[in-house]
């Protein structure tokens, strides 16, 4: 596998993940505000990776 399916399937799985935790918040699945905060948290944190992710392979791409 090279970096940029590497990256693909990271980014896919970081998706998937982010997916989960926002429909989980949208079914008020959340036992606790401070879980609830948490989660919001980790959906904030996917997605600052997904950007990082999809900048540098965009980086990537122009530089060819």
């Known amino acids: 596998m090279d970096s940029e399916q590497y990256a ?3 980014r896919k799985t970081i998706r998937k993940l982010m997916n989960e935790l ?5 079914l008020g699945n959340a036992q606790s505000f401070d879980q609830y905060q948490r989660m919001v948290g980790q959906i904030e944190g996917l997605a600052i990776a ?6 540098l392979q965009n980086t990537s791409d122009e530089d060819e």
Do not use: F, Y
């Open 8 to 10: 693909e399937e990271l």
């Open 22 to 26: 926002t429909d989980n918040v949208a």
């Open 50 to 55: 997904e950007r990082e992710i999809i900048s």
